[in-house]
C-alpha cells in the first residue's frame, strides 16, 4: 500500500488497501475511501441496471457539455468562486441571458455525428444556477431568464428523437443558497452562515432530482460532482447518499449513479469516474483512486477549460483526441470529452471541427472502439488494445517500430491489418510470452490497428 501524497487527494481520501483485480499497470494506484458512512441496507443493483451498465461500456464516447449563464463572462463556470465576487451580482447576468442561436437539434446532430453514444450536460453546476424547470428554486433558465426555454427539456426530447443517450450532471455544492453548509470554496459569495440547514438543502437536491428523473424520459446516469468540497471538515461530512442514491435507483432502476469524487466507489453507484486522467494513471492530480471492476468513465477537456473560456484556444489536435479515446478504450474506460457552447448557443467552431473528424474517424474505425472492453494487457509504449469476444484489436499509436511485442497472454491464430485485411506476419515469443508482429513499413496514421483473432 502506498500513500497518496498529493495534498488534494491525501485531503479528499484516506488510504486503504490497494485492489487486488486492479489491472497491473494500476499497481501504483491506491484504493482511497470518501469518508461516508458504509450502507444501512446492502445495494443490490436491479437487472436493467445491471444492462445499463454494460451497455454503458458498450458505448465507448460520450460528450460533456459545461453550460450555464457562466458563459457569458466568458470565464469558465468557476468564475463566481474564482472572482470572488457576490452572487447576487453573479445573478444578474441571467437577466440578459438569452442564446439566440440555440438549437437542441443541432447539437445532437453535431455530437451524433462525432460518433458519440450520449451526452452529459450540467443540470445545475456550483453556481446553483438551474438549466431546468424547476419548482424548486426561481433561479432557473425558464423563470430568471428572458429566454425561458427549459434546455434541458428541449435536448432530452432531441435526444430521443435522434436516438442517443441522456446523462444528467448535478452539483452537491452550491455557492449562492444560503441553505447549503459552505465548505472550502465558494467562501466569498456572500452566503449568510447564519441560515445553512443541510436538512433543507438535501430535501430541495432530492425535489430537484426527482424532477429531473420524472420530467425528461429515460435518463442514462445522474452523474454528481462536488463531495471534494467537504474534505477538509474534521468531522467527515455526511452527505446522506445512500437514501439519495436509493431515491434515483426507485424513480429509475436503469439510470446510473456517478459520482466525481476521486475516490474509490462508494455502495450504490454503478459506474467509477475519473477525472483529467486515464485509469490506473494520475497525471493531472485528480484521479490516484484504485480501478475497480465497475464500467469507468474518464473526462477530458477538449482544450484546457469545462465551461466556455474566450481565452483558452488551446485545443487538443484530432489524433491526439483520437488516441484519448482509444487510449481510454484500452483500460475499459469510457471517454467523456467536454465542449462549452458559448453565450449564444453554439459549440465554439475548433469543438465542432474536431467532433467531426473524430466522427469521420470512427465510421471506419468504430469496431475497434464500441462493444469492446480492456484489451489482454496494460499500455504499452506503442499503443493498447481493446478486445471484443475472440477478437484482440491492437492499436499501435507509434508507428516508428517495425515490430512490436504484444504480450497477450491468449493463444494468437491469425492477425491482419485492419483496414485492409492484409495478412500480418506474427510470430510467438517463447521467452516473452505472447506475440511478436512484424509491421514492415507501417502507414503514419492516427491509430494503426491490428486484428489478432485468439482463442
Ligand atoms: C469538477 C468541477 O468542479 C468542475 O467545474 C468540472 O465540472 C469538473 C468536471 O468537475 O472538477 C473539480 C473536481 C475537484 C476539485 C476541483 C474541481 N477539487 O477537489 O478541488
Given at each position: 500500500?502506498k500513500?497518496?501524497?498529493?495534498?488534494?487527494?491525501?485531503?479528499?481520501?484516506?488510504?486503504?488497501?490497494a485492489s487486488a483485480d486492479a489491472p497491473k499497470d494500476a499497481a501504483e494506484q491506491v484504493?482511497?475511501?470518501?469518508?461516508?458512512?458504509?450502507?444501512?441496507?446492502?445495494?443490490?443493483?436491479?437487472?436493467?441496471?445491471?444492462?445499463?451498465?454494460?451497455?454503458?461500456?458498450?458505448?465507448?464516447?460520450?460528450?460533456?457539455?459545461?453550460?450555464?449563464?457562466?458563459?457569458?463572462?466568458?470565464?469558465?463556470?468557476?468564475?463566481?468562486?474564482?472572482?470572488?465576487?457576490?452572487?447576487?451580482?453573479?445573478?444578474?447576468?441571467?437577466?440578459?441571458?438569452?442564446?439566440?442561436?440555440?438549437?437542441?437539434?443541432?447539437?445532437?446532430?453535431?455530437?451524433?455525428?462525432?460518433?458519440?453514444?450520449?451526452?452529459?450536460?450540467?443540470?445545475?453546476?456550483?453556481?446553483?444556477?438551474?438549466?431546468?424547470?424547476?419548482?424548486?428554486?426561481?433561479?432557473?433558465?425558464?423563470?430568471?431568464?428572458?429566454?425561458?426555454?427549459?434546455?434541458?427539456?428541449?435536448?432530452?426530447?432531441?435526444?430521443?428523437?435522434?436516438?442517443?443517450?441522456?446523462?444528467?450532471?448535478?452539483?452537491?455544492?452550491?455557492?449562492?443558497?444560503?441553505?447549503?453548509?459552505?465548505?472550502?470554496?465558494?467562501?466569498?459569495?456572500?452566503?449568510?452562515?447564519?441560515?445553512?440547514?443541510?436538512?433543507?438543502?438535501?430535501?430541495?437536491?432530492?425535489?430537484?432530482?426527482?424532477?429531473?428523473?420524472?420530467?425528461?424520459?429515460?435518463?442514462?446516469?445522474?452523474?454528481?460532482?462536488?463531495?471534494?468540497?467537504?474534505?477538509?471538515?474534521?468531522?467527515?461530512?455526511?452527505?446522506?447518499?445512500?437514501?439519495?442514491?436509493?431515491?434515483?435507483?426507485?424513480?429509475?432502476?436503469?439510470?446510473?449513479?456517478?459520482?466525481?469524487?476521486?475516490?474509490?466507489?462508494?455502495?450504490?453507484?454503478?459506474?467509477?469516474?475519473?477525472?483529467?486522467d486515464l485509469p490506473g494513471e494520475n497525471k493531472?492530480?485528480?484521479?490516484?483512486?484504485a480501478v475497480?471492476q465497475?464500467?469507468l468513465?474518464?473526462?477530458?477537456?477538449?482544450?484546457?477549460?469545462?465551461?466556455?473560456?474566450?481565452?483558452?484556444?488551446?485545443?487538443?489536435?484530432?489524433?491526439?483526441?483520437?488516441r484519448l479515446l482509444v487510449g481510454a478504450a484500452g483500460k475499459g474506460a469510457?471517454?467523456?470529452?467536454?465542449?462549452?457552447?458559448?453565450?449564444?448557443?453554439?459549440?465554439?467552431?475548433?469543438?465542432?471541427?474536431?467532433?467531426?473528424?473524430?466522427?469521420?474517424?470512427?465510421?471506419?474505425n468504430?469496431e475497434t472502439v464500441?462493444?469492446t472492453r480492456r484489451g489482454d494487457f496494460p499500455a504499452q509504449e506503442w499503443g493498447t488494445s481493446t478486445r471484443k469476444g475472440n477478437k484482440l484489436f491492437v492499436h499501435v499509436f507509434d508507428s516508428s517500430n517495425p515490430t512490436i511485442h504484444v504480450p497477450t497472454p491468449r493463444k494468437v491464430k491469425s492477425a491482419k491489418e485492419f483496414a485492409t485485411g492484409k495478412k500480418v506476419k506474427f510470430t510467438r515469443d517463447k521467452k516473452r510470452g505472447g506475440v511478436t508482429l512484424t509491421l514492415g513499413q507501417v502507414p503514419d496514421t492516427i491509430d494503426y490497428i491490428v486484428e489478432l483473432i485468439t482463442d
Amino acid at each position: 500500500m502506498k500513500k497518496v501524497t498529493l495534498g488534494l487527494l491525501a485531503l479528499s481520501c484516506l488510504g486503504g488497501i490497494a485492489s487486488a483485480d486492479a489491472p497491473k499497470d494500476a499497481a501504483e494506484q491506491v484504493t482511497t475511501s470518501a469518508r461516508q458512512p458504509a450502507r444501512k441496507v446492502p445495494y443490490i443493483p436491479a437487472p436493467e441496471n445491471l444492462q445499463a451498465r454494460e451497455k454503458f461500456a458498450d458505448d465507448a464516447f460520450g460528450v460533456f457539455i459545461h453550460w450555464g449563464i457562466y458563459s457569458m463572462f466568458g470565464q469558465g463556470e468557476w468564475y463566481l468562486q474564482n472572482c470572488g465576487m457576490p452572487a447576487t451580482e453573479y445573478a444578474k447576468a441571467a437577466d440578459g441571458f438569452y442564446p439566440s442561436k440555440f438549437d437542441a437539434a443541432e447539437w445532437v446532430a453535431a455530437i451524433k455525428d462525432a460518433g458519440a453514444k450520449y451526452i452529459t450536460i450540467t443540470t445545475r453546476h456550483h453556481d446553483g444556477f438551474s438549466m431546468f424547470k424547476t419548482k424548486e428554486s426561481p433561479y432557473n433558465i425558464v423563470e430568471a431568464t428572458p429566454f425561458g426555454r427549459d434546455i434541458i427539456g428541449e435536448l432530452a426530447d432531441e435526444c430521443r428523437k435522434q436516438g442517443i443517450g441522456l446523462n444528467l450532471y448535478y452539483s452537491h455544492i452550491d455557492w449562492t443558497r444560503d441553505d447549503y453548509p459552505t465548505g472550502r470554496t465558494g467562501q466569498k459569495t456572500g452566503k449568510d452562515p447564519q441560515k445553512e440547514d443541510w436538512a433543507g438543502y438535501y430535501k430541495f437536491m432530492n425535489n430537484q432530482l426527482t424532477e429531473l428523473l420524472t420530467n425528461y424520459g429515460p435518463v442514462g446516469a445522474i452523474w454528481f460532482d462536488g463531495l471534494w468540497d467537504h474534505d477538509q471538515d474534521s468531522i467527515p461530512f455526511d452527505w446522506q447518499l445512500e437514501e439519495q442514491y436509493d431515491l434515483i435507483h426507485k424513480l429509475q432502476p436503469a439510470t446510473l449513479v456517478a459520482n466525481n469524487h476521486h475516490c474509490e466507489p462508494i455502495e450504490g453507484e454503478d459506474i467509477q469516474l475519473f477525472e483529467r486522467d486515464l485509469p490506473g494513471e494520475n497525471k493531472a492530480g485528480l484521479s490516484g483512486q484504485a480501478v475497480s471492476q465497475l464500467s469507468l468513465e474518464t473526462c477530458q477537456t477538449m482544450n484546457g477549460s469545462w465551461g466556455y473560456r474566450a481565452i483558452d484556444q488551446n485545443y487538443k489536435d484530432t489524433p491526439t483526441l483520437i488516441r484519448l479515446l482509444v487510449g481510454a478504450a484500452g483500460k475499459g474506460a469510457n471517454l467523456l470529452l467536454n465542449v462549452g457552447p458559448q453565450p449564444s448557443g453554439e459549440i465554439p467552431a475548433k469543438a465542432r471541427e474536431h467532433l467531426k473528424e473524430m466522427g469521420q474517424w470512427l465510421r471506419a474505425n468504430g469496431e475497434t472502439v464500441y462493444g469492446t472492453r480492456r484489451g489482454d494487457f496494460p499500455a504499452q509504449e506503442w499503443g493498447t488494445s481493446t478486445r471484443k469476444g475472440n477478437k484482440l484489436f491492437v492499436h499501435v499509436f507509434d508507428s516508428s517500430n517495425p515490430t512490436i511485442h504484444v504480450p497477450t497472454p491468449r493463444k494468437v491464430k491469425s492477425a491482419k491489418e485492419f483496414a485492409t485485411g492484409k495478412k500480418v506476419k506474427f510470430t510467438r515469443d517463447k521467452k516473452r510470452g505472447g506475440v511478436t508482429l512484424t509491421l514492415g513499413q507501417v502507414p503514419d496514421t492516427i491509430d494503426y490497428i491490428v486484428e489478432l483473432i485468439t482463442d
